[in-house]
């Protein structure tokens, strides 16, 4: 049976012209020959099945909902807004240990190992003009999507490649918002191994984007899989790198109150060393 891209009749063969609806339709009408041909058929999908109502709003398969979810992803949301009143209270920076992490998770969907965003739901709760810094080293996609028309809310994001690495398809530098809040969301998307100089210089870039928005509070999503090593990572910033990225990010809080939110970090054995050489600058920066 002649199928495939250069077969006749087949996608290839007159698939120019077409949008992505109409390849979409091409593709399925492909898909229905084979399965006729081979006699397989079309199995009747049950899309009232537990797994099929999750597939609605979730975007990948990493995510699993168990019994205890919403407990851990609630309070861990709760840690974040506690954190949130702090900084109000009294004018500082707090650091929230959330887990599970949120930057993944959008207004309708989740995944990544997000179920809720805390950053953005302390963001929305402080109910100001917030800028919100994201150095995990995966784009916070769900973030974006919440505050994508918000001029009160600045997203500015370093992450890997998006062509590259995941959650892939979010996360390119044209990315700049829509309606009122064109212009009040950044990218920086970096090559994989980017090292220590290469992303200092791009944070430099992000924090003179957060000064000239002149934020009332300032929000950290950090991520420590952006170190040497990390399983879930591809850059080679040094841990001395990390702590001149608190460093440089402290240099600004100093001047507005600041709230960090725990995201990614998976490389266990050197997490807390990580962990306190980020930190170690803002603590300074409050003595």
Not at 14 to 42: H, N, S
Not at 122 to 133: D, G, H, P
Request: charged share 20%; net charge negative.
């Amino acid at each position: 049976m002649a199928r495939g891209p250069g077969a006749a009749g087949g996608l290839g063969s007159d698939r120019e012209g077409l949008g992505v609806r109409g390849l979409r339709i091409v593709v399925a009408e492909v898909v229905d020959e084979l399965l006729d041909a081979d006699g397989i058929g079309r199995r009747q999908q049950a899309l009232d099945r537990i797994d099929a109502r999750l597939g609605r709003y979730s975007f990948d398969t990493s995510t699993p909902i168990a019994e205890g979810t919403w407990d851990a992803a609630y309070w861990s949301a709760q840690c974040a807004l506690t954190a949130a009143d702090l900084v109000r209270a009294y004018r500082e920076t707090a650091y929230a240990l959330c887990r599970p992490p949120g930057h993944h998770a959008g207004v309708d969907f989740y995944g990544g190992y997000c179920y809720l965003n805390n950053a953005a739901i302390a963001a929305r709760y402080l109910q100001a003009r917030v800028a919100i810094l994201d150095i995990d080293y995966h784009h916070g996609n769900g973030t974006q999507e919440i505050f994508y028309s918000d001029p009160a809310m600045l997203t500015c994001s370093l992450h890997a490649d998006p062509d590259e690495e995941y959650p892939y398809y979010w996360g390119g530098a044209d990315e700049l918002g829509t309606e009122a809040g064109e212009g009040f969301n950044r990218n920086w998307p970096l090559p994989l191994g980017t090292g220590d100089a290469a992303y200092l210089e791009t944070l430099d870039e992000a924090l003179a984007v957060v000064r000239d928005f002149g934020p009332e509070y300032f929000v950290i999503s950090a991520g420590f899989d952006i170190v040497a090593g990390d399983p879930g990572g591809g850059f080679k910033v040094t841990t001395a790198g990390l702590a001149e990225i608190g460093r440089r990010i402290a240099g600004l809080a100093g001047h507005v109150p600041t709230l960090i939110v725990q995201e990614g970090g998976y490389l266990l054995d050197e997490l807390g060393t990580n962990a306190v050489a980020f930190l170690s600058a803002f603590v300074r920066q409050d003595v």
